[in-house]
C-alpha cells in the first residue's frame, strides 16, 4: 500500500494533490481552497434555480432563505470539502429530480461518493426519493433509472475500494476501522444522534432554523395534500368500507 497518500477520500485528495505538487506555500492553497468553496456556493444556487425557479419565484427565494443561512458559509471558511461535497450532491439530487440522461446521473453519483466514504447510501437515498417525487416518472422508467443508481453506486464504491486497496493493501480505510473510534454504549448512539438534530451547540434544528422552518412546512402541506381527506372524502370511504354505514 501507499498509506502517504493520506486517509481522506479521492475528491478531497484530487483537489491538494495538485497545489502540493506545484511547491504552493500553504497560504497559496487556502486561498484556492477558499476560491472553490466560494465557487461551489454560487454553483449551488444556479442548482436551486434550475430547480425552484420554473416552480415559483416564491418557492425559489424560500430555497434561497434556507440554503443562505444553512452551516455551509461556516463550512466554506473553516474546511474546504464541505461545500464542494454540498453542490455535487445538490447537483445528483437535481438531476435525478429533473430527469437528466442516465449518463449524467451516473457521473454526479460516482462523483459523490468520492466526497465521504459514508456518502454513498446517503446518496442513494436522495436519488430514490428524488425520483419518486417526480410524478412524471412513472415505473418502467423509475426500475430503469433504479438500475442506472445502483450501477453508479457500485462504480463508486469499486472506485473507493481500489483506492483503499492502494493504499492499504485492503478494501477498506484502515484509519476509520480504529477501534477507538467506535462507540458501544446504545445511550451514548442516542445522545450523540439527537445532539446531532437539537443541540444549541451545532444541532440541526436550532442551529439552521430555516431549514427547520422549511421542513415542518412541506411536512404539513404532505399531511394536507395526502393524508387529510376532506370530510365528504371520509364519509364516501367509509360507506363503500361499510356498506351498512
Given at each position: 500500500g501507499c498509506r502517504a497518500a493520506g486517509q481522506f477520500p479521492l475528491f478531497q485528495t484530487l483537489l491538494t494533490l495538485p497545489l502540493v505538487?506545484?511547491?504552493?506555500?500553504?497560504?497559496?492553497?487556502?486561498?484556492?481552497?477558499?476560491?472553490?468553496?466560494?465557487?461551489?456556493?454560487?454553483?449551488?444556487?444556479?442548482?436551486?434555480?434550475?430547480?425552484?425557479?420554473?416552480?415559483?419565484?416564491?418557492?425559489?427565494?424560500?430555497?434561497?432563505?434556507?440554503?443562505?443561512?444553512?452551516?455551509?458559509?461556516?463550512y466554506s471558511h473553516s474546511?474546504?470539502?464541505?461545500?464542494?461535497?454540498?453542490?455535487?450532491?445538490?447537483?445528483?439530487?437535481?438531476?435525478?429530480?429533473l430527469r437528466d440522461q442516465n449518463w449524467k446521473v451516473l457521473?454526479?453519483?460516482?462523483?459523490?461518493?468520492?466526497?465521504?466514504?459514508?456518502?454513498?447510501?446517503?446518496a442513494l437515498l436522495l436519488g430514490f426519493a428524488a425520483l419518486i417525487a417526480n410524478p412524471k416518472i412513472w415505473m418502467p422508467e423509475l426500475k430503469r433509472r433504479g438500475v442506472v443508481l445502483l450501477v453508479g453506486?457500485?462504480?463508486?464504491?469499486?472506485?473507493?475500494?481500489?483506492?483503499?486497496f492502494w493504499r492499504y493493501g485492503v478494501v477498506y480505510n484502515v484509519a476509520y476501522a480504529d477501534p477507538r473510534g467506535f462507540v458501544d454504549a446504545p445511550y451514548l448512539r442516542t445522545s450523540s444522534a439527537a445532539?446531532?438534530?437539537?443541540?444549541?451547540?451545532?444541532?440541526?434544528?436550532?442551529?439552521?432554523?430555516?431549514?427547520?422552518?422549511?421542513?415542518?412546512?412541506?411536512?404539513?402541506?404532505?399531511?394536507?395534500?395526502?393524508?387529510?381527506?376532506?370530510?365528504?372524502?371520509?364519509?364516501?370511504a367509509i360507506r363503500r368500507t361499510l356498506p351498512l354505514a
Open positions: 505538487t506545484l511547491g504552493l506555500p500553504t497560504k497559496a492553497v487556502l486561498l484556492a481552497f477558499a476560491v472553490v468553496s466560494c465557487l461551489s456556493f454560487f454553483a449551488g444556487i444556479w442548482v436551486f434555480r434550475r430547480v425552484l425557479l420554473p416552480q415559483s419565484f416564491a418557492i425559489f427565494l424560500v430555497g434561497l432563505l434556507a440554503y443562505g443561512t444553512s452551516p455551509l458559509l461556516w474546511s474546504f470539502g464541505e461545500m464542494f461535497a454540498a453542490t455535487l450532491i445538490l447537483g445528483f439530487v437535481s438531476a435525478c429530480l457521473l454526479w453519483l460516482v462523483a459523490v461518493g468520492q466526497t465521504k466514504e459514508t456518502a454513498l447510501p446517503f453506486a457500485a462504480l463508486s464504491g469499486a472506485l473507493t475500494m481500489g483506492l483503499n445532539a446531532l438534530l437539537f443541540s444549541p451547540h451545532g444541532g440541526l434544528f436550532l442551529f439552521w432554523p430555516s431549514f427547520a422552518g422549511v421542513l415542518l412546512v412541506a411536512a404539513l402541506w404532505f399531511l394536507r395534500k395526502k393524508l387529510w381527506m376532506p370530510r365528504g372524502d371520509i364519509r364516501a
